[in-house]
C-alpha cells in the first residue's frame, strides 16, 4: 500500500481543514486507518483512526469533538476533517494503513506511511 497526505496549509486560529489521504492497491478496503502528527521537538502522536468499513473511529482526547475522520473505500482514500484549529495543532501530519484493522492509537501499530502534509495555525 502507497500512501499520499495532501490538503495541508497554513490558516489562522478557529479555521478549518480538510485533509485527504490517497491509497493505492486493491485491498485499502481491509486495512484500518489512522492519522498522526508531529510537531517540532515532539513524538509523533495519534490523532485518529477508522475501521475498515467506516462504521469505528478513535480519536486523541485532543482532537475529540473537533476533528473527524472518514473514509471512502471507492475512491482508497481516508480524510481528516479539522475544525477550530488551535496553534498547538501545528504539525506534520502523516496517513497511516493497518494490516490488522486494529485502530490503535500508537504508531507501530500501523504497518504503512504517507509522506506527511504540513499543517501550521497561526495565532
Known amino acids: 500500500v502507497q500512501l499520499q497526505a495532501f490538503g495541508g496549509g497554513l490558516v489562522q486560529a478557529g479555521a478549518s481543514l480538510r485533509l485527504s489521504c490517497a491509497a493505492s492497491?486493491?485491498?485499502?478496503?481491509?486495512?484500518?486507518m489512522g492519522w498522526f502528527r508531529q510537531a517540532p521537538g515532539k513524538e509523533r502522536e495519534f490523532v485518529a483512526a477508522?475501521?475498515?468499513?467506516?462504521?469505528?473511529?478513535k480519536y486523541a482526547d485532543s482532537v475529540k469533538g473537533r476533528f473527524t475522520i472518514s473514509r471512502d473505500n471507492a475512491k482508497n482514500t481516508v480524510s481528516l476533517q479539522m475544525n477550530s484549529l488551535k496553534p498547538e495543532d501545528t504539525a506534520v501530519y502523516y496517513c497511516?494503513?493497518?494490516?490488522?484493522?486494529?485502530?490503535?492509537?500508537?504508531?507501530?501499530?500501523?504497518?504503512?506511511w504517507g509522506q506527511g502534509t504540513q499543517v501550521t495555525v497561526s495565532s
Open positions: 477508522i475501521n475498515w468499513n467506516g462504521g469505528g473511529t
Open positions: 492497491g486493491r485491498i485499502f478496503s481491509t486495512y484500518g
Open positions: 497511516a494503513a493497518d494490516r490488522d484493522n486494529s485502530m490503535v492509537p500508537r504508531s507501530t501499530g500501523y504497518d504503512y
